[in-house]
Structure formats: C-alpha cells, structure tokens
C-alpha cells in the first residue's frame, strides 16, 4: 500500500524559512515523479515543484520560482521542498504526489498523479 506522509509545516513570519519533507513507503520509490501541490481555502489545488524519478529535472511554478527549491533523496524514499523568503500568499496545505513515469511530461497537472499525502499546513503571517 502506497503512502505519502508530508512534514514540516508550520506558522512562520513573512520573509521567513520552512522545509517540507515527504516519506514515500510502499512503492519503489526511485521509478516515481514526484511532485509538490497545495491548495489555499476556496482555491484549487495547484503547481508548486516537480522533479523527475532521477532528480536530473526539477521545474517550478512561476510564482515560486527562485525561492523554492524541490529536491529527492532515492536511498531514504524522501522529496523535500526547501521554502525561503515566504510571503502570505504562499499559505495554504501543501500535498506531495506521486506518479510511476519515467519521463516528465505533464509534471504540473493534479491529474498526473496517482498518490497523494495527506498534507501539511503553511501558514505565512505577514
């Protein structure tokens, strides 16, 4: 049985700092994209960082990019998503996903994906 475990949320001040980690157990791990998500209230879920099975492509969404930083460790079955310089508009449930490809196509779509975790909260207090 797949699961998806997310940690290290939390409430942080603006221009702030937090490292969300996911721990994949129950598939094998290395042939998965992996993918970074998340949803603010009343809003869909959206694109935040992709990386592929072997790490080689990374991508980001505009909105993020260059403060975020999504990276993969295959012996320990973990993606983290490094956040820095926060700001209020990046509060929201952020979810990892999981999809068994070994290409990189269509990396920014919910429906790409066949397992999600549960999620974890970032609050970003201005």
């Known amino acids: 049985q797949v699961q998806l475990v997310e940690s290290g949320g939390g409430l942080v001040q603006a221009g702030g700092s937090l490292r969300l980690s996911c721990a994949a157990g129950?598939?094998?791990?290395?042939?998965?994209?992996m993918g970074w998500f998340r949803q603010a209230p009343g809003k869909e879920r959206e694109f935040v960082a992709a990386?592929?099975?072997?790490?080689?492509?990374?991508d980001y969404a505009e909105s993020v990019k260059g403060r975020f930083t999504i990276s993969r460790d295959n012996a320990e079955n973990t993606v983290a998503l490094e956040m820095n310089s926060l700001k209020p508009e990046d509060t929201a449930v952020y979810y990892c996903?999981?999809?068994?490809?070994?290409?990189?196509?269509?990396?920014?779509?919910?429906?790409?994906?066949?397992?999600w975790g549960q999620g974890t909260q970032v609050t970003v207090a201005s």
């Open positions: 996903g999981a999809k068994k490809q070994a290409g990189f196509g269509y990396y920014d779509s919910v429906n790409t994906y066949s397992y």
């Open positions: 129950g598939l094998t791990y290395s042939l998965y994209l």
């Open positions: 990386i592929s099975w072997s790490g080689s492509r990374t």
